[in-house]
């Protein structure tokens, strides 16, 4: 009786070590995951003041995380987002270009106001006491969440980037490629970069602590 009840708790102690185990294989995963994607953002960022030294670092602090999370809806490489947003306006999210657009992507107010039942509703530009104001499109998440939203929305009828990255930039009927080949000449230096982990890169190999978990 007592070699079996020594048994019983012998097989509980087992079962608690495992479960324990696993909680903490599950924890250190999750951590390493955490700290992964916090060097992810912080390369981004670090292109973003390669590329303009004078972006303002703080307006842009979660553009990073807005940027991999629309990208991979839209089923792009965050990179070519990336390239995409330096292209338009070199990481300014106060430009405002010559037909009005505004922000990191230069979304029309028009464009956004479409767009408004699938991404939220977003406030206007407009002018106080003589000052213009631009409003939420000038916000760096805001512009990625509906320039992601417009590209997603081109790509279901756009059978290729080429001609959704061409309409993007020039409407329905846009027949100028140049903008195509910019934002795809970027990307192609942005992929030079291999801490900004673009989807066309090699993969690199686990972590240390990924490796002594055999996975």
Do not use: W
């Not at 009786?1 to 087992?14: S, T």
């Not at 303009?52 to 965050?78: F, G, Q």
Request: hydrophobic content about 45%.
């Amino acid at each position: 009786m007592r070699l079996m009840k020594a048994g019983v708790v012998g097989a509980i102690g087992l079962a608690v070590l495992v479960v324990g185990g696993a909680v903490m294989a599950r924890h250190v995963l999750a951590v390493a995951a955490e700290e992964d994607s916090e060097r992810l953002n912080q390369a981004i960022l670090d292109y973003v003041l390669e590329r303009n030294p004078d972006a303002p670092v703080d307006a842009l602090r979660h553009y990073p995380d807005a940027l991999i999370a629309e990208a991979r809806k839209t089923n792009i490489d965050h990179c070519l987002g990336l390239a995409q947003a330096e292209v338009e306006s070199e990481f300014k999210p106060d430009a405002v270009g010559s037909a009005g657009e505004i922000g990191l992507y230069q979304i029309l107010p028009s464009t956004a106001a479409v767009l408004e039942p699938v991404v939220g509703q977003f406030r206007r530009p407009s002018v106080a006491n003589g000052r213009r104001e631009l409003g939420d499109l000038a916000d760096p998440v805001v512009s990625t969440h509906f320039a992601m939203a417009y590209l997603r929305d081109i790509l279901a009828r756009r059978p290729t980037v080429k001609e959704a990255l061409t309409e993007y930039n020039g409407g329905p009927s846009g027949r100028h490629y140049h903008y195509y080949e910019r934002v795809m000449g970027t990307y192609v230096e942005i992929l030079e970069h291999p801490d900004l982990r673009c989807r066309f890169q090699t993969v690199p190999p686990p972590s240390p602590v990924l490796a002594l978990l055999g996975i």
